[in-house]
């Protein structure tokens, strides 16, 4: 008997997400989990998405939404998301949107499309893990920009272009994961600006950008001068309507549109023709700047519960970001704490977090943790943090605040 063949060899480094496997260790009721970046899920209008469910599988529209259907997507529901993006400021048609199986799905047609084994990619550091895989598993080498407080800095950017020759630019600009830090207008300027100039793909990804919850909207980097040709931008119904409906979408120049429609009929024909129909007729009955609102005021509290809760929850010499919008902190632990270490007495303590090395390309910070504060309302969040610092007072002490 011979063995069957290996697998492929550009899967060897790629790890599987610790996030995930965390995740299921917070599956146990009780747990007070700060780990993923899920909604609320009794925030979801399981009602409206009922009845708009039943009307893409009423008899008059049944046959159309059980078919399969065109690669690019759903007519009403492009049509609604380009009215959307160019509402909030991203002229957008509805030929210039392909819809994907979730944003995921249009990181692993980007990737299919642009990279080559062994082509550079310029990644924040941190950065959403599930992109760094995707990227990876594309073979490409994944280069971190430094970053301050306020995201990528453009003039780093520049140097490793000319040094890297990198294919594209991946960005989180907005309320990013993991750190919820949001790069300022003028840095997006700059960085449109050095695409412009150096020759450069970028991808602006911005599942997060409707969740603001203080400040004013920053200009959404594929509208600004110089990245116009070349910005790839992704977004989705996830954090803002319900990511079991895997719908996302990505905006792309001509010149990519047609590689990216036949890497997506290679990947699964088409994203799931019921799903779409559903997703559209949700949007054309339902209010979603009123659903998101709603989302922004319950989510708002959470993030204040969390930011004003940690002084007393960290161990002293902590740091964290103070997030506008979206899902997450990031805490920087003083020198000598390992977050994977705290983790796991964390755990025993019925409260979790993700700590902070998997997002690093390059040599990760394991001080460094990831808090979501979406998934609980204030008193939960406030139980939790009693948790944490329960976890730090056992583990040290001496270097608890309080
Ligand atoms: C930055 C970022 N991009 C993309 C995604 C993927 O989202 P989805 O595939 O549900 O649209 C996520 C999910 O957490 C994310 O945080």
Redesign the pocket.
Known sequence: MAPPPHPARRLAGVASSPVREILALTQRPGVVSFAG?LPAPELFDAAGLRDAFADALADRAAGRSLQYSTTEGDPALRAAVAERLSRRGLPTEPGELLI????????TLVAAVLLEPGDAVLVEEPS?L??LQCFQLAGARLISIPCDDDGLIPDAVRDLVRAERPKLLYT?PTF???TGRTLPEARRRALAEVAAREGLWLVE????GELRYRGAPEPAVAALPGAEDRTIA??????VLA?GL???WLRAPATLRRALAVAKQAADLHSSTVDQAAAARWLASNDLDLHVARLRAAYGARRDALVDGLPDALPEGSSWTRPDGG?FVWVRLPGGWDADALLQDALTRDVAFVPGWPFFAGEPDRATLRLSFTAHPPAEILEGLERLRATVRARDPASTVR
């Open positions: 970046g994907t199986s979730g944003s995921q799905q249009a990181l959403y599930a992109a989180v990013h994961n993991p990804d911005d599942p997060y992704l977004s989705t119904l996830s954090k990511p895997r719908i996302g899902m």
